[in-house]
Structures are given as structure tokens and as C-alpha cells.
């Protein structure tokens, strides 16, 4: 495996964009889109099946763990590229139970998955992006099981 990309978070990403520092522009990405969304899903403004469930994981994911912040790091004794692990499989795991709802065929929800996933894939090689694609898997699991508990009127 190559030597991942330097991230910059929170500082901004290297300019001109390349392929080579695409890491950073994903983490980027997935910090402010995703915290984004996963607060405002958790505030009850996207509502739709479980989303205040999934805004939650989302925001965990996106603003906790993702950016890596040094001073949580070490509060909680790992390292920053554990810490990004952590976050982009909370992300993975909200999106998967966004994918056990109606909601499964939403571009948004699987290009944002991919995203994470290629993030993974970029720091940690195709053991991490597994990982990540497990953390989506047991989401949607999840997500079938709350479904069933909170939403028994409806079919998944």
C-alpha cells in the first residue's frame, strides 16, 4: 500500500486539487456535508424513516471523530487515524440505516457511502474500506431492527 495523503483538517486542503491529495479534499467533504445533514436530520428538518437516528450517528461521525481533533485523541488514547476510522464507519453505519428504509435509492445516501468508503480505502488500503463496508452492513441490520421495533406499520 502506498503512504497515505497528509489530511489538513481543519486547515484547508492543498491548492490546486490533485488526485494525490484527494484524502483531504474527501475529509473535507465529509465533515462539513455530512455534520451538515446529520444535524439538521437530527433537529427533525430531513425527516423521514429513522433519520433522527441516523442525523445522530451522522453528526458523531462527521464532527466528533472524523476531523481528528488532536485534544479528543488523546483524551480518549487513540490515534488520529484511528479516530478517522471510527468517525467514517459511524457516517458508514447512519448511512446503512438510511439503506434499510424507503429512502435506499437515494443517490445522495450511496454517493456519500462511496465517498466514505474511498476516504477508507485511501488511508488504510482495502482492509480499512472493508471495514467500513461491515460498519455499513451492520447499519443496515440496525436499521431493519428499528424499523421493525419503531415503524411496524411499515414495509421495509
Known sequence: MAKASPLSFPSLPPWPP????RAAYLQWWLCCFMTGVGGLKAAGFLKHDLSQIVGIAEII????FLPRWPRLCVQ?????ESSLKVGACFILAGLGIIASTHKRKSPICW???LLTIELLRERGGNIAA???AVAMATGT???MVLGVV???SKSL
Open 76 to 80: 480518549l488514547g487513540i490515534t488520529p
Open 18 to 21: 490533485s488526485w494525490g491529495v
Open 150 to 152: 419503531f415503524l411496524p
Open 141 to 143: 441490520v440496525c436499521g
Open 130 to 132: 472493508g471495514t467500513g
Open 61 to 64: 461521525g462527521g464532527l466528533v
Open 111 to 113: 454517493s456519500q457511502a
